[in-house]
Structure formats: structure tokens, C-alpha cells
């Protein structure tokens, strides 16, 4: 039996975590992994946790709630997928790109930081092990991987969105889950996916694969991805970049 749509992203969370908190649900592999090596891997306890805190940082500093307007503009990685959910859990709309008429524009580019655009900025690394942004930021951005440690490990939503609230580019809160259940109605249940599609298709990707009890694995480029690969993470279902 296949499992219901959940009613929302946070519902998603405890139920990825209340299964088997210790399993994979986010294994994510570096765009250059042949040369670096460079290999994440999320359970669903540690991938609950860091959108916990997010989602935290988004509330406290930016008064995130159902209408806010967050531009997350950052390409293919486990960070941008966080961050997704993240603004998701607060009841917030999530924008894939820059949009300069948001209320908060996240990035992993410091030029897009110190342009026109929102007031409120985040600056994200995408370096493994970042503490820092690594390079000098315009005043007033905040430094993402400097602060979210400090924040809770636990979210609760400070508002419910509506159902017609924004949630992900044009979905709303009330369909984004039913359209992400939908989208994975043909993989197993537990299903292992391999995909490296971008962020603005995360429905029909990873919440399609984690609203099947599954978990994801992700690469900017599934083409440079060595052979071996799919095997070892026992990938039985695939999505490239549409």
C-alpha cells in the first residue's frame, strides 16, 4: 500500500524520521566527485535537524511566515534542498532564482549579494565542511554557515499557510505534496532514487521520492557520474534533468 500524501513538509519530516531516523535520505555526490571525492550523506534524523535550524534562522531573523517571499537562488546541491524545505516548513513561498522582488534573496553568489534586490540576504557556501561564506561580504548579509548552528534543532511553525498560500514557484501549500505523491505514483515504495534535476523540479524529485518513504540521490550531472555509482547506493529508480 502505497503511502498517503502527507499534509504538509513538517508531516513529511516526522514521517521520514519516526521510520528509521539513522537511514540515508539524502546521499549527495559533488559535481567533480571523480576528482574530489566529494560524497554527503543525510540521514533522515541529521537532514530533519538541519532544516530545523533553517527554518529556525529564517523565522528569527526574517520574520518568515505564510506570504514571505524567499528567492533561493543556488543551483543542484543538498544545501538548496535544505533550504527548500525549510522555507516550506515555516509556511513561507519558496522561488527558485534570484527575484529581486522577494522579501529574502538566499545565494551562493557574491555577486548577485551586493546587487538590487531584497534588503534581507544569506549568503550560502557550497564548499564541503564550510564555516564561513569564504569570501568578504557586502554589510548586511548574513553569513549562513557562521550562524546556523546556533539555532534550535527542533522547528515548530510560528503560522499555518493556507492552502492557496505560495509554497514552491506557482504550487501552493494546499497541492504541493498531492503533486509531489503524484509525480512518484510509479516507484516502489522506498524507492531509491538517482536524479540530478534542479531545484525547480523538486516535485516531480526528491519530495516525490520522500513522499514515497524513499530517499534521494543527488549529483549536479548524472553524466559525470562514475558508473560504479548507481550500484553501490542501490539506486532502483532514475530521473535526469528534464
Given at each position: 500500500m502505497p503511502p498517503p500524501a502527507p499534509r504538509s513538509v513538517p508531516a513529511l519530516l516526522q514521517t521520514l524520521t519516526a521510520g528509521d531516523p539513522t537511514a540515508p535520505r539524502l546521499t549527495f555526490?559533488?559535481?567533480?566527485?571523480?576528482?574530489?571525492?566529494?560524497?554527503v550523506e543525510l540521514s533522515a534524523r541529521v537532514l530533519a535537524n538541519w532544516v530545523a535550524k533553517t527554518a529556525?534562522?529564517?523565522e528569527e531573523e526574517f520574520d518568515a511566515a505564510?506570504?514571505?517571499?524567499?528567492?533561493?537562488?543556488?543551483?543542484?546541491?543538498?544545501?538548496?534542498?535544505?533550504?527548500?524545505?525549510?522555507?516550506?516548513?515555516?509556511?513561507?513561498?519558496?522561488?527558485?532564482?534570484?527575484?529581486?522582488d522577494a522579501d529574502v534573496?538566499?545565494?551562493?553568489d557574491a555577486a548577485a549579494l551586493g546587487g538590487e534586490g531584497p534588503a534581507d540576504r544569506v549568503a550560502v557556501s557550497l564548499a564541503p565542511l564550510a564555516t564561513s561564506f569564504g569570501a568578504e561580504l557586502p554589510g548586511g548579509v548574513l553569513d549562513y554557515a557562521r550562524v546556523v548552528t546556533g539555532y534550535g534543532d527542533v522547528h515548530a511553525p510560528v503560522a499555518e499557510p493556507a492552502p492557496g498560500d505560495g509554497a514552491l514557484d506557482a504550487l501552493a501549500h494546499g497541492s504541493l505534496l498531492g503533486e509531489?505523491?503524484?509525480?512518484?505514483?510509479?516507484?516502489?515504495?522506498?524507492?531509491?532514487?538517482?536524479?540530478?534535476?534542479?531545484?525547480?523540479?523538486?516535485?516531480?524529485g526528491p519530495l516525490a521520492a520522500w513522499c514515497r518513504g524513499g530517499s534521494v540521490v543527488l549529483t549536479p550531472d548524472l553524466a559525470a557520474l562514475p558508473d560504479a555509482v548507481p550500484a553501490q547506493e542501490r539506486v532502483d529508480a532514475r530521473l535526469p534533468r528534464g
Open positions: 555526490y559533488g559535481e567533480r566527485y571523480a576528482a574530489t571525492g566529494e560524497r529556525n534562522l529564517l505564510p506570504g514571505t517571499r524567499v528567492a533561493l537562488d543556488l543551483p543542484t546541491h543538498w544545501r538548496t534542498l535544505v533550504w527548500q524545505l525549510a522555507v516550506l516548513s515555516t509556511g513561507a513561498h519558496a522561488l527558485t532564482g534570484a527575484h529581486p534573496l538566499v545565494s551562493a509531489a505523491a503524484g509525480a512518484g505514483a510509479a516507484w516502489p515504495v522506498g524507492v531509491r532514487l538517482l536524479t540530478d534535476v534542479g531545484p525547480a523540479e523538486a516535485v516531480r
